[in-house]
């Protein structure tokens, strides 16, 4: 199993987005996985389903579930669409929730952490800094 495959299949991702890219960078101790969206894929507004097209694509990234010792990445072009009805809307991805920054695997790991420890001892095993 390569690695595209192995991030896919970890990411759960179906059609229209796949994995194109993992990058270790080892200094940092830091895994990039790089998202794609088919841009042949039919587009339709998030609010109302209706078929829209292509307005533009926004660079996100949001921070996932460690790999091994590696902090990991999940970088993607999320396409905006325009719709008659509701105007430009940006397409929702399917690992994470709205605006957050963490894909839904780590925000429920955890929350199954701090059901069981300090707020302290999560922040320490998933290296996420606490803003007091």
Not at 97 to 110: A, C, K, P, Q, W
């Amino acid at each position: 199993m390569n690695q595209l495959h192995l991030y896919n299949r970890i990411l759960n991702l179906t059609s229209p987005w796949s994995v194109s890219a993992v990058e270790l960078n080892e200094a940092n101790e830091h895994i990039l996985v790089t998202v794609s969206f088919n841009k042949a894929a039919e587009l339709c507004c998030p609010k109302c389903s209706q078929p829209s097209h292509l307005y533009d694509v926004r660079k996100r990234k949001w921070r996932h579930l460690d790999t091994c010792q590696f902090q990991t990445f999940i970088e993607a072009d999320i396409p905006r669409v325009i719709c008659s009805e509701h105007g430009v809307l940006t397409l929702q991805v399917p690992w994470a929730d709205g605006s957050s920054h963490y894909s839904r695997m780590l925000e429920n790991h955890i929350v199954s952490l701090a059901q069981s420890t300090s707020y302290l001892t999560v922040s320490k095993q998933v290296k996420l800094v606490v803003h007091r």
